[in-house]
């Protein structure tokens, strides 16, 4: 049993990734862009933004991509399948590989079939 108190544990919590809306991104281009030179790196430090995020942005506003304004890369999490569905898929694939094992048996004993077959009347003909 693992503690989470012990002294190899880390006790800060995973960091999450920050999210911005359309909306901020174009606010913070349009502050960006209308701030005199020396004031650019003062906008991009009191929001803590790098200037490679205001160019991304810039790039996708003029692209008229107000879309391309999100982030896609937090999208939501898949939903997680139920037991039931992650055991449906399971017997689904088994189900899959016994009947390919099934055809393949199918297929031998026939095979056998014809070689004994091929055999009685080789010994009958022998005789």
């Given at each position: 049993?693992?503690?989470?108190?012990?002294?190899?544990?880390?006790?800060?919590?995973?960091?999450?990734?920050r999210?911005?809306?359309?909306?901020?991104?174009?606010?913070?281009?349009?502050?960006?862009?209308?701030?005199?030179?020396?004031?650019?790196?003062?906008?991009?430090?009191?929001?803590?933004?790098?200037?490679?995020?205001?160019?991304?942005?810039?790039?996708?506003?003029?692209a008229?991509?107000l879309?391309?304004?999100?982030?896609?890369?937090?999208?939501?999490?898949?939903?997680?399948?139920?037991?039931?569905?992650?055991?449906?898929?399971?017997?689904?694939?088994?189900?899959?590989?016994?009947?390919?094992?099934?055809?393949?048996?199918?297929?031998?004993?026939?095979?056998?079939?014809?070689?004994?077959?091929?055999?009685?009347?080789?010994?009958?003909?022998?005789?």
């Amino acid at each position: 049993m693992t503690s989470t108190t012990g002294p190899g544990a880390d006790p800060a919590p995973k960091p999450k990734r920050r999210t911005f809306t359309a909306e901020y991104k174009l606010r913070i281009v349009a502050e960006y862009d209308a701030a005199p030179a020396g004031e650019k790196g003062a906008i991009a430090r009191r929001e803590r933004l790098y200037s490679s995020h205001v160019i991304e942005w810039r790039q996708a506003r003029d692209a008229g991509a107000l879309t391309a304004l999100t982030d896609h890369r937090t999208t939501p999490a898949r939903p997680k399948k139920s037991a039931a569905e992650l055991d449906n898929e399971r017997l689904r694939r088994e189900n899959e590989r016994l009947k390919k094992e099934l055809a393949r048996n199918k297929a031998a004993v026939e095979v056998l079939g014809k070689a004994v077959a091929l055999l009685e009347s080789v010994s009958e003909s022998a005789d």
